[in-house]
């Protein structure tokens, strides 16, 4: 899974990038910080099965601290996108290239009002601009990809098919073709859309393979609850959050130094690590965690877990001790799609063993499952396989 972060630019991508990552990355107040992508490790969180079954889990693929199971999801923070970066303006074309891997997208707006969408310093900006502008370039560009292939896809009849191989690049599956051109209702005959047409399905396409969630950044600032309302009020409510990635960054810096520790659900001050200056900004901080929250995790669960539909499922060999073979317990968390069936487990574990699995057993009931059966949240499962 791989997560891109955009947003015109300097809208806090970076500090965003590295409040989830804790990796470097250039940060500054002014436009195109970022020319290279920066490539981190993020980590969705949820509740952990170990407390549920009574055991104390040994994690292999990701992370448990104090029943909350870590799992690590890619990230990639891109150069900020202009209007007009589909014809290579900015760093357009190395921005959108980029993301063709990307299975969802966050898309950073500066709810504090003070940039505009080149990233420029201003008075009062409105944020859904940066929000719109995005969007014009991500169709415009997935559109040109199309344009581009008129002549040949106008001579076959299976269209999905073809545009399939055209798309495929960018994560785009024939389904999700088939389905955008009938939302759209368009022809996948012989193809020959209009400019508008091809808008439209862009569009369409876009919403199903790429998923945004808008960040309204900077949401420590004055006006800026406000602006995010205007957002909200924009794209939906449901697709908007509230985050400020440069408070975030700075407690998981602070924690990393030792000079807070986490106490329960928040946050506190180790008593003589921090100077008087630190402590000033340190209570500020927490306070304002305690009050409105950063919402930087909350943003990248709602990604992974609403966007893209993930649920976790732990897949054991001893379904009585919940172990893998080294005796490891619930050694793996592992994010499906909701509706993944139990061969859709074995083959996220290993192809050889999809192709020869047999069985499942639920490790709760220890009751027999077939392949076809549609994995839970949380579920404890042991693949059954001929291979070895």
Not at 164 to 173: D, E, M, R, W
């Amino acid at each position: 899974m791989l997560i891109g972060i955009i947003g015109a630019p300097n809208k806090g991508k970076s500090t965003l990038f590295s409040a989830l990552t804790l990796k470097e990355a250039e940060i500054a107040d002014y436009p195109f910080t970022t020319i290279n992508p920066n490539f981190g490790i993020a980590y969705a969180t949820c509740r952990c099965a170990e407390k549920e079954l009574g055991v104390k889990c040994n994690p292999r693929n990701s992370l448990c601290t104090d029943g909350t199971r870590k799992i690590p999801v890619n990230v990639v923070d891109v150069a900020g996108l202009v209007e007009g970066a589909h014809e290579g303006k900015g760093m357009g074309n190395q921005f959108l290239s980029d993301l063709a891997a990307a299975d969802a997208l966050i898309l950073v707006a500066d709810a504090s009002g003070k940039t505009d969408p080149n990233g420029n310093s201003c008075d009062s900006c409105d944020p859904c601009n940066d929000v719109e502008i995005v969007n014009t370039e991500l169709v415009e560009w997935v559109a040109s990809i199309i344009q581009k292939h008129a002549s040949a896809l106008s001579k076959r009849a299976d269209g999905a098919e073809a545009l399939a191989g055209i798309l495929t690049g960018l994560k785009v599956t024939t389904e999700q073709i088939k389905v955008a051109i009938s939302k759209c209702s368009l022809s996948q005959v012989k193809i020959n859309w209009s400019e508008a047409d091809t808008r439209r399905f862009a569009k369409e396409i876009l919403a199903l393979s790429k998923p945004i969630l808008i960040i309204a950044n900077k949401s420590d600032a004055k006006g800026s609850g406000e602006r995010t309302a205007m957002l909200a009020s924009r794209f939906g409510s449901g697709s908007v959050i509230a985050c400020s990635a440069v408070i975030e960054l700075a407690l998981r810096k602070a924690e990393r130094q030792g000079v807070i520790a986490r106490s329960g659900e928040g946050f506190g001050i180790v008593e003589g690590k921090a100077t008087k200056e630190q402590l000033n900004a340190l209570k500020y901080m927490l306070d304002f965690t305690r009050t409105k929250g950063t919402n930087v995790q909350e943003a990248l669960n709602r990604v992974v877990f609403k966007l893209l539909d993930n649920i976790v499922v732990y897949p054991v060999e001893d379904e009585n001790r919940y172990t893998d073979h080294f005796n490891n317990v619930l050694p793996d968390a592992i994010l499906m799609r909701k509706g993944s069936t139990a061969l859709d487990l074995a083959n996220a574990i290993h192809t050889e063993i999809g192709k020869n699995m047999l069985y499942a057993v639920d490790a709760r009931t220890k009751r027999r499952l077939g392949k076809d059966y549609v994995l839970n949240e949380n579920d404890v499962i042991r693949i059954v396989s001929a291979a070895k």
